[in-house]
Protein backbone atom coordinates (compact mmCIF):
# COMPACT_ATOMS: atom_id res chain seq x y z
CA UNK A 1 0.00 0.00 0.00
CA UNK A 2 1.47 3.42 -0.98
CA UNK A 3 -0.43 5.60 0.86
CA UNK A 4 -2.26 7.42 -2.06
CA UNK A 5 -5.63 6.91 -2.69
CA UNK A 6 -8.13 6.93 -4.88
CA UNK A 7 -11.76 6.82 -5.57
CA UNK A 8 -13.66 5.51 -7.56
CA UNK A 9 -12.29 2.55 -8.39
CA UNK A 10 -14.25 1.51 -11.18
CA UNK A 11 -16.72 4.45 -13.18
CA UNK A 12 -18.67 3.16 -16.36
CA UNK A 13 -20.33 6.31 -17.83
CA UNK A 14 -21.37 7.33 -20.93
CA UNK A 15 -20.64 9.62 -23.77
CA UNK A 16 -21.05 13.02 -23.59
CA UNK A 17 -21.51 12.83 -19.54
CA UNK A 18 -18.93 14.86 -16.98
CA UNK A 19 -17.21 12.41 -14.09
CA UNK A 20 -15.09 13.45 -11.51
CA UNK A 21 -12.04 11.10 -10.39
CA UNK A 22 -10.72 11.71 -6.39
CA UNK A 23 -6.77 11.32 -5.09
CA UNK A 24 -5.76 11.95 -1.14
CA UNK A 25 -1.90 12.22 -1.29
CA UNK A 26 0.40 10.74 1.03
CA UNK A 27 0.51 12.18 4.13
CA UNK A 28 2.93 14.97 4.26
CA UNK A 29 3.02 14.78 0.04
CA UNK A 30 2.64 18.22 -1.05
CA UNK A 31 2.70 17.06 -5.00
CA UNK A 32 0.18 15.44 -6.36
CA UNK A 33 0.47 14.30 -10.84
CA UNK A 34 -2.45 12.49 -12.71
CA UNK A 35 -1.76 10.24 -15.37
CA UNK A 36 -3.72 8.49 -17.79
CA UNK A 37 -2.60 4.89 -18.68
CA UNK A 38 -4.85 3.56 -22.18
CA UNK A 39 -4.55 -0.11 -23.51
CA UNK A 40 -1.40 -0.92 -24.47
CA UNK A 41 0.28 2.45 -23.75
CA UNK A 42 2.25 4.05 -21.28
CA UNK A 43 1.77 6.22 -18.55
CA UNK A 44 0.76 9.53 -20.45
CA UNK A 45 1.58 12.53 -17.33
CA UNK A 46 -1.34 14.73 -17.64
CA UNK A 47 -0.61 17.49 -14.92
CA UNK A 48 0.73 18.21 -11.77
CA UNK A 49 0.07 20.30 -8.55
CA UNK A 50 2.13 21.60 -5.86
CA UNK A 51 0.36 22.20 -2.48
CA UNK A 52 -2.52 23.66 -4.61
CA UNK A 53 -0.88 25.63 -7.27
CA UNK A 54 -0.32 24.00 -11.01
CA UNK A 55 3.39 23.22 -11.89
CA UNK A 56 3.39 21.43 -14.82
CA UNK A 57 1.26 20.42 -17.57
CA UNK A 58 1.26 17.24 -19.75
CA UNK A 59 -0.56 16.25 -22.43
CA UNK A 60 -3.87 17.20 -20.76
CA UNK A 61 -6.94 17.80 -22.93
CA UNK A 62 -9.33 20.51 -22.85
CA UNK A 63 -11.94 18.80 -21.75
CA UNK A 64 -10.20 17.64 -18.71
CA UNK A 65 -9.52 19.97 -15.66
CA UNK A 66 -7.76 19.54 -11.99
CA UNK A 67 -7.35 21.23 -9.14
CA UNK A 68 -5.99 20.29 -5.57
CA UNK A 69 -7.37 21.67 -2.56
CA UNK A 70 -6.32 23.55 0.93
CA UNK A 71 -6.18 19.91 2.46
CA UNK A 72 -3.84 18.68 -0.56
CA UNK A 73 -6.45 16.21 -2.33
CA UNK A 74 -7.00 15.96 -5.64
CA UNK A 75 -9.66 15.70 -8.63
CA UNK A 76 -9.58 15.49 -11.81
CA UNK A 77 -12.97 16.28 -13.69
CA UNK A 78 -13.53 14.84 -17.37
CA UNK A 79 -16.15 16.46 -19.44
CA UNK A 80 -17.66 15.56 -22.83
CA UNK A 81 -16.38 11.87 -22.55
CA UNK A 82 -15.66 10.40 -25.51
CA UNK A 83 -14.94 6.31 -26.01
CA UNK A 84 -11.31 7.45 -26.52
CA UNK A 85 -11.06 7.71 -22.75
CA UNK A 86 -11.64 5.01 -21.79
CA UNK A 87 -8.41 4.59 -19.48
CA UNK A 88 -6.88 3.85 -16.13
CA UNK A 89 -5.92 7.16 -14.26
CA UNK A 90 -3.73 6.74 -11.47
CA UNK A 91 -2.34 9.91 -8.91
CA UNK A 92 1.06 10.02 -7.91
CA UNK A 93 1.82 11.80 -4.70
CA UNK A 94 5.55 12.82 -4.00
CA UNK A 95 7.83 14.54 -1.53
CA UNK A 96 10.52 16.88 -2.97
CA UNK A 97 14.42 15.38 -1.22
CA UNK A 98 16.74 17.83 -1.60
CA UNK A 99 20.24 16.75 -3.06
CA UNK A 100 23.83 18.71 -1.64
CA UNK A 101 23.67 20.28 -5.16
CA UNK A 102 20.36 22.12 -4.56
CA UNK A 103 18.30 19.64 -7.18
CA UNK A 104 14.91 17.87 -6.13
CA UNK A 105 14.25 14.71 -6.59
CA UNK A 106 10.87 13.50 -6.50
CA UNK A 107 10.19 10.02 -5.57
CA UNK A 108 6.52 9.36 -6.82
CA UNK A 109 4.32 7.33 -5.24
CA UNK A 110 0.88 6.02 -7.29
CA UNK A 111 -2.57 5.48 -5.90
CA UNK A 112 -4.64 1.82 -7.28
CA UNK A 113 -6.16 4.07 -9.86
CA UNK A 114 -9.65 4.48 -11.45
CA UNK A 115 -11.01 2.43 -14.26
CA UNK A 116 -12.95 4.90 -16.14
CA UNK A 117 -15.61 3.07 -19.14
CA UNK A 118 -16.60 5.39 -21.36
CA UNK A 119 -19.93 3.62 -23.06
CA UNK B 1 8.05 14.00 -25.86
CA UNK B 2 10.71 11.84 -24.54
CA UNK B 3 11.38 8.40 -25.80
CA UNK B 4 12.00 5.80 -22.63
CA UNK B 5 11.86 2.15 -24.34
CA UNK B 6 12.47 -1.26 -23.26
CA UNK B 7 14.40 -3.58 -25.37
CA UNK B 8 11.99 -6.62 -24.34
CA UNK B 9 8.39 -6.55 -24.57
CA UNK B 10 8.17 -9.86 -22.50
CA UNK B 11 10.79 -11.96 -20.41
CA UNK B 12 10.01 -15.50 -19.36
CA UNK B 13 12.15 -16.95 -16.59
CA UNK B 14 12.23 -19.91 -14.38
CA UNK B 15 11.65 -19.41 -10.74
CA UNK B 16 14.58 -19.06 -8.54
CA UNK B 17 16.59 -17.37 -11.63
CA UNK B 18 18.26 -14.13 -11.88
CA UNK B 19 16.09 -11.44 -14.30
CA UNK B 20 17.19 -8.54 -15.84
CA UNK B 21 15.01 -5.80 -17.66
CA UNK B 22 16.44 -3.24 -20.06
CA UNK B 23 15.96 0.15 -20.64
CA UNK B 24 16.99 2.54 -23.11
CA UNK B 25 16.62 6.33 -22.39
CA UNK B 26 17.21 9.01 -25.15
CA UNK B 27 17.18 12.55 -23.39
CA UNK B 28 21.10 12.51 -22.24
CA UNK B 29 20.07 15.64 -19.52
CA UNK B 30 18.18 12.87 -17.37
CA UNK B 31 19.76 12.66 -14.21
CA UNK B 32 16.95 10.76 -12.12
CA UNK B 33 15.36 7.59 -12.60
CA UNK B 34 12.51 5.10 -11.31
CA UNK B 35 11.82 1.50 -11.74
CA UNK B 36 8.28 0.41 -11.14
CA UNK B 37 6.86 -3.14 -11.60
CA UNK B 38 3.03 -3.00 -11.93
CA UNK B 39 0.87 -5.97 -10.95
CA UNK B 40 -2.53 -6.83 -13.14
CA UNK B 41 -5.04 -4.09 -11.96
CA UNK B 42 -2.95 -2.39 -9.34
CA UNK B 43 -0.75 0.76 -9.41
CA UNK B 44 2.38 1.47 -10.27
CA UNK B 45 4.37 0.13 -6.86
CA UNK B 46 7.65 1.98 -6.58
CA UNK B 47 10.80 -0.83 -6.63
CA UNK B 48 14.13 1.60 -6.94
CA UNK B 49 15.58 4.90 -7.87
CA UNK B 50 18.90 5.79 -8.80
CA UNK B 51 20.56 9.56 -9.50
CA UNK B 52 22.86 10.03 -12.34
CA UNK B 53 25.56 10.51 -9.94
CA UNK B 54 25.94 6.70 -9.23
CA UNK B 55 25.79 3.99 -11.51
CA UNK B 56 24.84 1.19 -9.09
CA UNK B 57 21.98 0.62 -7.15
CA UNK B 58 20.95 -2.36 -4.81
CA UNK B 59 17.96 -2.77 -2.74
CA UNK B 60 16.14 -6.06 -1.43
CA UNK B 61 16.98 -8.69 -4.48
CA UNK B 62 16.70 -5.82 -6.93
CA UNK B 63 20.08 -3.99 -8.53
CA UNK B 64 19.56 -1.24 -10.71
CA UNK B 65 22.42 -0.54 -13.12
CA UNK B 66 22.72 3.06 -14.84
CA UNK B 67 25.13 3.41 -18.27
CA UNK B 68 25.37 6.80 -18.83
CA UNK B 69 27.52 6.51 -21.70
CA UNK B 70 24.77 4.62 -24.19
CA UNK B 71 22.11 5.46 -22.20
CA UNK B 72 21.21 2.63 -20.80
CA UNK B 73 19.63 1.25 -17.35
CA UNK B 74 18.76 -2.21 -16.15
CA UNK B 75 16.99 -3.80 -13.31
CA UNK B 76 18.43 -7.01 -11.98
CA UNK B 77 16.22 -9.32 -9.91
CA UNK B 78 18.06 -12.11 -7.94
CA UNK B 79 16.38 -15.18 -7.46
CA UNK B 80 12.42 -14.34 -9.07
CA UNK B 81 9.56 -15.55 -7.77
CA UNK B 82 6.09 -16.26 -8.64
CA UNK B 83 5.47 -13.18 -6.84
CA UNK B 84 7.77 -10.81 -9.61
CA UNK B 85 5.46 -11.57 -12.24
CA UNK B 86 4.40 -8.36 -13.49
CA UNK B 87 4.96 -5.72 -15.92
CA UNK B 88 8.54 -3.44 -14.95
CA UNK B 89 8.66 0.02 -16.17
CA UNK B 90 11.72 2.89 -16.32
CA UNK B 91 10.72 6.38 -15.70
CA UNK B 92 13.30 9.29 -16.78
CA UNK B 93 13.15 12.74 -15.63
CA UNK B 94 14.73 15.63 -16.36
CA UNK B 95 15.76 18.84 -13.98
CA UNK B 96 12.53 20.53 -13.51
CA UNK B 97 10.81 18.68 -16.08
CA UNK B 98 7.82 15.86 -16.18
CA UNK B 99 8.79 12.15 -15.85
CA UNK B 100 8.71 10.14 -19.16
CA UNK B 101 7.65 6.34 -18.90
CA UNK B 102 8.41 3.42 -21.32
CA UNK B 103 5.66 0.78 -21.98
CA UNK B 104 6.73 -1.39 -20.10
CA UNK B 105 8.16 -5.21 -19.93
CA UNK B 106 6.44 -8.03 -18.86
CA UNK B 107 8.13 -10.51 -16.33
CA UNK B 108 6.63 -14.09 -16.44
CA UNK B 109 7.69 -16.49 -13.61
CA UNK B 110 8.09 -19.74 -14.43
CA UNK B 111 7.31 -22.42 -11.37
Known amino acids: DSGVTQTPKHLITATGQRVTLRCSPRSGDLSVYWYQQSLDQGLQFLIQYYNGEERAKGNILERFSAQQFPDLHSELNLSSLELGDSALYFC??????????????????FGPGTRLTVT | GESVGLHLPTLSVQEGDNSIINCAYS??????FIWYKQESGKGPQFIIDIRSNMDKRQGQRVTVLLNKTVKHLSLQIAATQPGDSAVYFC??????????FGTGTSLTVIP
Open chain 2, 91 to 100: AENIPGNQFY
Open chain 2, 27 to 32: NSASDY
Open chain 1, 92 to 109: ASSVGLTSGSGRVYYEQY
